[in-house]
């Protein structure tokens, strides 16, 4: 009889071992967030972005805890320097002489409205190199995102994050993100509508 | 030695006897073997075209096969149920249902098998689920635990009618201390392969419409008024066709079962439709779609309000006892009851469940014609398979076949 | 696209079979230039018509038949023979999880050597393994999606998908405003200029939960989680039940139904065992992360993809990872948390 009862018992201990296999360690976690925290760590892996990015000049952003890169500007303007026109006053320059090519003519600034924004809002008239801060400090045109800054503060926020704008190369450090400038124009900040590049699938006709 | 002996004899006469009979009997096996063979040209073509030939989608991705294979899971448990009092209570008058019943289990398993299989869409990996040379994702997947006791299953109700037929082939009368305990495991496992088969779609967080406490109790009462239902028209065949002695109290006695399942069933249909219906919520959206269609969307409409009123008038039909004594009204309950619960089990509980979709699309599904086609050669094969079973069977119970010492 | 591929909207009742009768009698390829060809055969194939014929004259009663026939069967030159030699290896080499190393490379090293020698072209097939310290994570922000759908034609052209059954991955839901996260009403298969007004933007695609059911469901366990978090299918080893599929709240997997076909000149080369490379019919498929690139660090296909940026992928555990910063700041949400599978997909809004 208790042969019997010890077979039992070894028996149940054994199913109840199967059952709580599954548990013993995935299942540590209460939630996917709860083992996140618990295994953060610093990538330092041999995995880089470098290789991915290596054809992208690029010039590095340090505001408060974030450091990370992103494309280098300035090369990347046709006619920088500006000053290469610019060292004549304007008014000479807007009389334009024929045979003369015209520059920035196509431009028509259409970014909040004119009492709260022109030219001189960002482009600095003394120093055609440089853009301009609100309180006419200068800003290089490779960090411009400073300008942008100044009104768009939450944008601001979340791109320094990561949350607004495109991420570059790979997932791996180090972090190489678009600045502003790289998606909007700043002169026409919006985005127009435009077809999408194709269908959704039409594998199954459902629900209109 | 002698065991083979005698099991290679039977072997030969049981060959003997299925290949002589009746012209009206060799018509039968004709047409089911060339369903047969028709539906097997339609799998040779589900097969180079993969599963596209039949109607499923990436929507509705289980269809006209896995609901066969979910009701007829229902009747090779329910068979079993028939069991317990032929043996235990030693209540001679089940004894030939009895015989019945596990042909009847064996085949309807041997058809859920090859639902199965014809429902994969790499038939030719199947080996990867063998343990030992395959990986079996136990005890995880009820997939992989309906496997084992499907197969367990199958072995019992192979052995233990083998058992006493052997015996009576040799004019012995079979040891209960043998088969008494494997008639219990089969009981047992009877309702194991019912609810581990539920387990499957209950354990679904993703289909709300099979998430649902009640489906593995439902499954039961289902069944067991849907595979007595079976044994009792194909009692009467038999009856009719054969020598073989069924008493009427036989049929009455298992039309008894039949009712209380059949009433328990709607008992549970009742109480899943005020949860459904009562307090519509999210979820209740698959039943909306299955009893009353959506947003025009109506394809299982036809088929659920014929199930549900050949069930409810069924049933009440054979809640009186006057009706349900009379057996060829019997006949026609009974098979109401079926039809009933085909169509239940399978359109109306494996199909919605995947309607509408995690996104709340609707796609509805039609089985294609290879489809249709495969799922009724294998019924046929089951038919098949019972009725050679069950030829033997009935032959050696009524003395028929016996061994000779040679 | 041929009608018959088109099952989509039909009964299928008098579905009419293609001719595909071939008098070449030849053994060793070219005279299956019509057939479409699903990736095993597009890696493996040796001679369909026999193949064939021998499934079909078998069909339902020898298991593995396609295999054994074309092995067995006296082939002339020495390139089928080593072909055949190879399907044979392939069809019965075990799940990739249990292989060692070895083994690995050599099931990889058929496949390629197969590929050469239908091809005439080097395709790469990757096993590298998870990295240590690296959970991969993805977040989309629903504020920025414009609808554009440049990320499904980077999945697709990215992960060798069926190409004639339209197989995509990824879902973009088009919501209205005021509604909420509406899916029923969503319209997923708009065409017109985007975005539309009062409309905003939502994808969804296999979400890598922490969790999933769909893992465990499967009875081979043809499908699991790697340890960087990502959900993949052995597609050799898939049975094609599709439990798993019936198991997952999200849509997030799709079904092999017909041979898959990839145009040959439209093959992405660049392969991993788990990820793109050529599935054949009867398996299941779905979104890797695109295994192939994120475990060489870069980014999925989808997130390159993408002009506007609503897609950020990275290393949950990688303290100075966006995606982790995002996490941190952001208000995000998953979809139908309640069921516990603990999705690695998060949505925000700005
Ligand atoms: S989204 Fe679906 S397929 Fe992807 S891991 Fe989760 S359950 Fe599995
Ligand atoms: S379809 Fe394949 S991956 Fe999915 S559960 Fe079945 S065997 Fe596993």
Redesign the interface.
Known sequence: MTAKIKVITQFIVVCLFTISCKHSDEHKYHTVIDKIEANTVEYKGEISSDIYNETIKKVEVIDSDFKFLIPERKSQIVSYKCSECHSQPLEKLKEHKVGEKAAHWNIKLNHAGPETMNCTTCHNKNDFDHLQSLTNSSIDFNFSYKLCSQCHQKEFKDWKGGAHGKQLGGWAPPRLSNTCVNCHNPHNPKFEKRWPVRFNTTVEKERE | MKTLKVFGSLIKDAFLEVTHGSRAYHIWMGVLTLIMLFG?YN???Q?????????????V??GLYISNFTFLVGVAAAAVMLVLPAYVLKNIDFKQAVLIGEGLAVSALLMCLAF??A???????????IPGI????F??????WD?IVLNGYLFINITIPLYILIMRYQGKTPNPKIYIPGVFLSVFWAVAIHMVTAF??Q?????PFWNNALLGPRFLASAFAAGPALIIIVLAIIRKFTAFKIADETIKKISMIVTVAAQINLIMLISELFKEFYAPTHHS?SAVYLFFG??G?TALLPWIWTSISLNVMATIALTFHKIRNNLNILYVLCGMLFIAIWIEKGFGLIVP??I????????EY?P???EISVTLGIWAMGAFIFTILAKTGIAVEMGQLVYKKK | MSETNKKWYSLNLNRSKKSESCGCGSNSGGCNSDKPKDGFDQIMDISMSRRTAFTKITAGLLIGAGAVSSSCSIIGSDESKEKSAMEWEEYFKGNYKLMTDEEKDKSINRLVRSYELNHGKKINISSKNAEENVLFGYAFNISKCQGYMDCVNACVEENNQDRTSEMQYIRIHEMKDGKGFNFEEADDNYYHEVPADGHFYMGTQCFHCDNPPCVEVCPVQATWKEKDGIVVIDYDWCIGCRYCMAACPYDGRRFNWKTPEVPEEEVNKNQHYLGNRLRKKGVMEKCTFCIQRSREGKNPACVEACPTGSRTFGNLLDPNSTIRWILDNKKVFRLKEDLGTEPKFWYYMD
């Open positions: 097997m799998y040779s073509i097969l180079e075209q993969g599963l596209s030939a039949t109607g499923m989608t990436d929507r991705s289980w199965v299989v429902d994969m869409g790499g038939p030719a990996r199947l080996w990867h689920m395959g990986v079996f994702n005890p995880n997947s009820m997939l992989a496997v499957l779609y354990g679904l967080q993703a289909r959206i959506l947003e969307k469940g995947f509408p979709g995690p996104w709340g699309k609707i796609s039609t294609s014609f290879v």
